[in-house]
Every structure is written in C-alpha cells, then in structure tokens.
T-cell receptor, first 114, second 112 residues
C-alpha cells in the first residue's frame, strides 16, 4: 500500500490567495483527519471525517478554512483567503476504524504564505 | 482544562544509552494514550496505544508505561541508536471518538 498521499508537498503563496491541500487516505480506511503543526503550537487537530461525514470540526480556526470529503478516497482542505499566520505543515491521517485505531499519517504539506 | 505536558523539552544522549521521556495529562474522561515518533520532515508514526486498563506496552526497544491513577505515562528507549533521533509526541484521547489532545513533544538527539 502506498500509504496516505498528500499533495502538494510544498506550497508557497501570497497572502490573499486561495490554497487547496489534497489527501488520499489508505484504501479501506473509513476515518480521515486533518492536522496542522507549527513550532509554537505543536500538532493540532483541525477536523475529522468518519465515512466521509465531518464529525468534529471544532479545531478549524476560522471561516477561512473549509474541508470536504466527497468520497472515501479523497479529501481537500481549503484556505481562502490565506494569511501569513496560516504558514505551517498540514498533515492528513487515516484510520481503519474508530477512535482507538492506529492513525497513519501522510508526509505533510509544507505551506508558506508570504 | 484538558492538557498534555511532556518533559524534558529536549534531550541529548550517547548512542547505546537508555532514556525515559515523560508525559503528564489532565484529560478526563480518558480513552487511550498514544506515543508517536516524528522524524524531521516526516509525518508522525505510531509507536504504542494504551487504554486505561493497560499499564505497559512494548514495541521493540520502545516501552511505554501508563499510570491512569496519577495520569502519567513514560516512554523508555533501550540501547538508543542514531536513528532514534526524532521528536516524540504524547497524545491523549478523551472519550472515544472525541478530540485528541497533543503534547508539544520531546526532541531527542542521539550522538555517537
């Protein structure tokens, strides 16, 4: 299995631009998580889906952030408009089951907003 | 407030030595506690997951312990190797299916 796939791996954009991050979970996994990691705050859970349905989006920082999971094999995290404080590494992870299952992380997308 | 505190923040040890990383949490109710290893520039990789009824779990040279009464966990690394240099993150899950609370991590450097 290729593991969790994220694209792009690196993104540099200017403030105000729209940014879309993409994730393909491991085939057969039914839960998907989006995280953000910064030096100051560490890892933070933004949102997670179960069977393509958003379950908890309390970690999404503002209305500028939105996430979708149109099917079991694809999810997007969109930031519109982007701001410099959004600069971080964004990880996607998936699990085969519920909350006690091992999470498998993707390689992350390193976002820099100038 | 649900919190996870890790110590030390960073640690340097010589190759071959043992070390222990600490994690204290205030998350309640508690479902499980996880330790992750994160290499620089990579995503975290799960080392162990323990429920409240488990007090020790091993994964090779990594052994995690849990004391649910005192809300403390430790990760012991035996006979460290250069490849153990990484950040180790403690994560606590509240009631199953709800938010994960992350520690800031301990950065371990193993030198030869």
């Amino acid at each position: 299995d290729a593991g969790v796939i994220q694209s792009p791996r690196h993104e540099v954009t200017e403030m105000g631009q729209e940014v879309t991050l993409r994730c393909k979970p491991i085939s057969g996994h039914n839960s998907l998580f989006w995280y953000r990691q910064t030096m100051m705050r560490g890892l933070e859970l933004l949102i997670y889906f179960n069977n393509n349905v958003p379950i908890d989006d309390s970690g999404m920082p503002e209305d500028r952030f939105s996430a979708k999971m149109p099917n079991a094999s694809f999810s997007t995290l969109k930031i519109q408009p982007s701001e410099p404080r959004d600069s971080a590494v964004y990880f996607c992870a998936s699990t085969a089951g519920g909350g006690s299952e091992t999470q498998y992380f993707g390689p992350g997308t390193r976002l820099l907003v100038l | 407030k649900n919190q996870v505190e890790q110590s030390p923040q960073s640690l340097i040890i010589l190759e071959g030595k043992n070390c222990t990383l600490q994690c204290n949490y205030t998350v309640s109710p508690f479902s499980n506690l996880r330790w992750y290893k994160q290499d620089t520039g990579r995503g975290p990789v799960s080392l162990t997951i323990m429920t409240f009824s488990e007090n020790t779990k091993s994964n090779g040279r990594y052994t995690a312990t849990l004391d649910a009464d005192t809300k403390q966990s430790s990760l012991h690394i035996t006979a460290s190797q250069l490849s153990d240099s990484a950040s180790y993150i403690c994560v606590v899950m509240g009631q199953a299916g709800t938010a994960l609370i992350f520690g800031k991590g301990t950065t371990l450097s193993v030198s030869s």
